[in-house]
């Protein structure tokens, strides 16, 4: 069992960065394909950015590519999110999450473990 914690959300001026954090308790993460996904409020979940188990592969949402970067740490388990030029339709609850490693998908479904969500909010 894989308890993700994610962090760093808050409230930023368009144009602003914000960092993202995913930490796991228990199992480390360096077995597993990494996700970010957010869900707007009336919207569905959708992908973000993943990045592979060996951490040398990295795929983005096209509404993200060019400013989010995803990456790992594998000394501390960890996965980030760096947002930059924040837009206001970034708003949205940012979720971490694992698969199994080599599923490289970008659907909710294959995802096996979840945190709990970080709220980002950007003002225009």
């Known amino acids: 069992q894989v308890q993700l914690v994610d962090s760093g959300g808050g409230l930023v001026q368009a144009g602003g960065s914000l960092r993202l954090s995913c930490a796991p308790s228990?199992?480390?993460?360096?077995?597993?394909?990494m996700g970010w996904f957010r869900q707007a409020p009336g919207k569905e979940r959708e992908f973000v950015a993943r990045i592979s188990w060996s951490r040398s592969g990295t795929y983005y949402a096209d509404s993200v590519k060019g400013r989010f970067t995803i990456s790992g740490d594998n000394a501390k388990s960890t996965v980030y999110l760096q947002m930059n030029s924040l837009k206001p339709e970034d708003t949205a609850v940012y979720y971490c999450a694992a698969a199994s490693a080599g599923v490289g998908s970008d659907l909710p479904r294959h995802y096996n473990y979840w945190g709990q969500g970080t709220q980002v909010t950007v003002s225009s």
């Open positions: 228990g199992r480390t993460s360096r077995s597993y394909d």
